[in-house]
């Protein structure tokens, strides 16, 4: 834990402690410290207060005894089982290599050692332990008891069991003294204690590895130097001349009775050889003089090939400072140095800390390994990695492949410890998230300080994105419950994809509306996104627009294909269409027409692309609009003619005409554009207006033809054309008018494909016909109309036959069939 810093120090006098596993106790900004604990540990704060204090106290009333490793007891607790399993770890090979029963001294103490263990292994039932996937303190005493259980218990507890008197029971039988062995699983603890030391910024680090690694070899040499001796006295008695001590003279003094040696001396001989078969350095007179101790001494030296090596590399990495550990522990100097001079808080001192331990144990960042690689082969190894993931992000439900592609390529991964907040709650985000694996929570906090869970985010779920997509200012606070991988985006990047992929935009927007409808605070910012939808798709059809206005067509072509809507209008109401026909860009019309949009829309103000084309001059485009069936459905087609007529617009006059327009439409007064032609005197105009079929007898809301208002004028040849045109129309009309009299006495009768007396089921629909002069030409148009050219006879409702067309009366119902079916 880190100590109160001074008030004023140089930077290079301030320290940190040790650095310890990271407190799984970290306070999150909103003040939920205490709630973090009893979401941990499964407590109710309604029932009792939880405290930090509780915890490293090892004590939870509602759960049972459970120890947490920071417990200050149990601290020193591993220190004391410590130095007993130094003491085991080199005393075990001793006492397999030079004694057959322990001396009742020796005796004693490894029974106090043995109980000891055991002790330790029952403490181990109680001990919480940090997940290795979730980084989560574990206090369940039935996973902790099952851990153990799984792992070390069984070794732990044979290491426990007093081999030496177990040998003296079977009668010393010497394969029972092989099962000593299995103490030295107790040399963990000592690894488990130099792996501290070494990240312990405290203590230098050169120190703490030449020291580990001094150890290293003493062990391993104390160790052989054991087996040489145990070698030796495993010959009978007779044949111990015939070993590598046995055989051995120093001057004149020989070691042929070298049982009745002082045992340091022994040992001392031991070692010596070990030492110096591990230096191969040459024999002199020990040497090996048997096949067991050959075989033994060819093992020991290959292994001493491999101990050479790792201690040749460790030095050699000490030297020149390239370790992994070295690079940690001298980046955790720098950032302890920045946070004393920076006077940073406890919780973001744990925090940083803990994400530096992450980092080195886990090595989880793919900067450091990718750094080198080009960035399209980083490319290729992120959508490999990535994009099954994001494809299964609920957001990103119906994107496109290329989309997707994008995305993946921006992702970087990043891992959050237990109880950090990601997110605040009214901050400004500028981050995308994507759980890959873990547990957050999202949560409201009300204006007291209250919080309310609103829902866990699980896989395949996102966070961060009604900020970004929105720009709203964050909804709720973003938690972590358990040690998550996450897929960062920033908002630039992903703010430029949008930009170019933006139909895939729409389609997230949509996702992020039904994907929240249970959630209750997304449900309130509805209307952000809905007017944020609009304010996208406004935006769109302004870009789409730009284009057809300039007569872009490629960037017209490249929105429309990722999924602009070719129909969507402006603000007035104006399609891609209408500008195009405005400005006559033909290929631009072409394009849209073949896209599907209407030809036939109407702006605001009720223009149609046609029109625009007209208006414009612009016929090739007005051509082509009309072969794709555009109509010119001009609303108060009066008063635009007669507004052309008086601003001398013959040409736009001319082709509004020969498209359709009625030359007869009337303004508010019911005035036709002859009246104003003719008032105006435009005898050219009036002609063509006449052409193409404008009445001169029609009258304006005073009662005026435009034969009146030219006399008025006192255009003589306009007089002349218009009374000219007033004869024609006059003539025209009263032959229509004779003829339409003449149809009003012609009789009609309705004919029907079958007898009158058929069943209903075979009855059919009849046709409607002017009764004509002959029968005979009324039964040839009522075969060509009911397509029954096999009958000849006409009936009537009562089933008698028709012989004159004089006996039809009007409206008369008759039957048409076949010779056979009239008799």
Request: with cysteine.
């Amino acid at each position: 834990m880190p100590r109160r810093e001074p008030e004023n120090k140089d930077s290079s006098e301030e320290t940190e402690f040790e650095v310890e596993e990271l407190n799984d106790q970290i306070k999150s900004s909103t003040g939920s410290r205490f709630r973090l604990l009893r979401d941990e540990l499964g407590l109710d704060l309604t029932r009792r207060r939880f405290s930090r204090d509780n915890v490293l106290n090892g004590f939870n009333s509602l759960k049972g005894f459970v120890i947490h490793p920071d417990n200050r007891w149990y601290q020193l607790w591993t220190q004391f089982i410590l130095i007993w399993a130094i003491y085991s770890s080199f005393f075990t090979p001793f006492e397999f290599g030079f004694f057959r029963g322990l001396p009742k001294k020796l005796f004693l103490l490894d029974i106090a050692g043995q109980v000891a263990f055991l002790v330790d292994i029952a403490l181990q039932f109680f001990v919480a332990y940090r997940d290795d996937q979730t980084y989560r303190m574990v206090y369940k005493r039935t996973t902790i008891a099952l851990r153990y259980l799984k792992s070390n218990f069984v070794v732990d507890f044979l290491g426990c069991m007093p081999w030496d008197a177990i040998y003296h029971a079977t009668g010393r039988k010497e394969e029972v003294r092989y099962l000593l062995w299995i103490r030295l699983s107790r040399a963990r603890k000592v690894t488990d204690f130099f792996h501290k030391m070494e990240k312990d910024i405290r203590i230098n680090y050169l120190f703490t590895r030449i020291v580990k690694l001094i150890i290293v070899e003493l062990y391993c040499t104390h160790t052989a130097a054991c087996i040489f001796y145990y070698l030796a006295t495993t010959l009978p008695a007779s044949h111990e001349g015939h070993t590598w001590i046995g055989s051995l003279k120093m001057g004149d003094y020989s070691y042929t009775n070298f049982r009745e040696i002082d045992l340091s001396k022994r040992y001392w001989i031991s070692l010596y050889f070990a030492i110096v078969t591990m230096a191969t350095v040459g024999y002199g007179d020990i040497h090996a003089v048997n096949i067991r101790e050959m075989i033994f001494i060819m093992i020991f030296v290959s292994f001493d090939m491999i101990l050479g090596a790792y201690l040749i590399g460790n030095m050699t990495a000490l030297i020149v400072k390239g370790s992994k550990t070295e690079r940690f522990r001298d980046k955790m100097t720098d950032l302890i140095k920045y946070m004393n001079r920076n006077r940073l808080g406890k919780d973001i001192r744990n925090q940083i800390k803990g994400h530096l331990r992450l980092q080195y144990e886990s090595s989880y960042t793919e900067a450091a390994v990718l750094q080198d690689i080009p960035v399209s082969i980083r490319a290729k190894i992120s959508q490999k990695i990535y994009k099954t993931l994001i494809e299964n992000v609920s957001l990103f439900k119906g994107c496109s492949s290329e989309f997707i592609n994008q995305i993946v390529i921006k992702l970087h991964e990043e891992f959050f410890l237990p109880g950090e907040v990601i997110m605040e709650q009214g901050n400004v985000v500028d981050q995308l998230y994507f759980v890959c694996h873990g547990v957050l929570e999202e949560v409201g906090i009300g204006e007291d300080g209250s919080e309310e869970t609103i829902s866990t985010l699980k896989p395949n779920s996102s966070f961060g994105e009604v900020s970004i997509l929105c720009n709203v200012p964050q909804p709720y606070t973003v938690r972590v419950c358990e040690l998550c991988r996450l897929l960062r985006l920033d908002k630039e990047s992903f703010t430029n994809i949008l930009q170019i992929y933006f139909f895939d935009g729409r389609t997230i927007l949509n996702n992020l509306l039904e994907g929240k409808e249970s959630n209750l605070r997304i449900k309130q910012n509805e209307s952000d996104i809905t007017f944020h939808i609009g304010k996208q798709e406004a935006e769109l059809a302004l870009r789409v627009n730009n284009a057809a206005y300039h007569g872009d067509l490629y960037q017209l072509k490249g929105l429309i294909n990722a999924g602009a809507d070719p129909n969507k209008t402006d603000y007035d109401g104006r399609s891609p269409l209408h500008l195009a026909a405005s400005k006559g860009y033909e290929d631009i019309a072409f394009f849209l027409i073949q896209k599907g949009v209407d030809v036939n829309a109407s702006d605001k103000f009720g223009n149609m692309p046609l029109l625009e084309a007209i208006k414009n001059g612009h016929d090739r485009v007005a051509s082509l609009l009309a072969k794709q069936g555009a109509s010119l459905n001009i609303e108060d087609a009066g008063s635009h003619l007669c507004r052309a007529v008086i601003k001398g617009n013959s040409e736009f006059l001319k082709r509004v005409l020969s498209f359709g327009i009625d030359p007869n439409s009337k303004d508010y007064n019911h005035r036709t554009p002859l009246h104003v032609a003719a008032a105006e005197g435009l005898y050219l105009t009036a002609k063509m207006l006449i052409e193409a079929g404008a009445s001169v007898l029609s009258k304006d809301r005073w009662g005026n033809s435009a034969l009146d208002e030219a006399h008025t004028c006192g255009n003589k040849h306009l007089i002349k054309l218009l009374e000219d045109a007033k004869s024609t129309q006059l003539s025209k009309s009263h032959n229509y008018s004779q003829e339409i009299r003449d149809k009003m006495h012609q009789r009609r009768c309705t004919v029907f494909p079958f007898h009158p007396w058929d069943p209903k089921e075979n009855r059919r629909v009849g046709v409607v016909l002017w009764v004509p002069h002959t029968l005979e030409e009324l039964i040839n148009m009522a075969a060509e109309h009911l397509k029954c050219f096999d009958r000849s006879c006409i009936l009537s409702e009562d089933a008698g036959k028709i012989h004159d067309v004089n006996m039809i009366y009007d409206g008369q119902k008759l039957y048409f069939v076949s010779g056979t079916q009239s008799t």
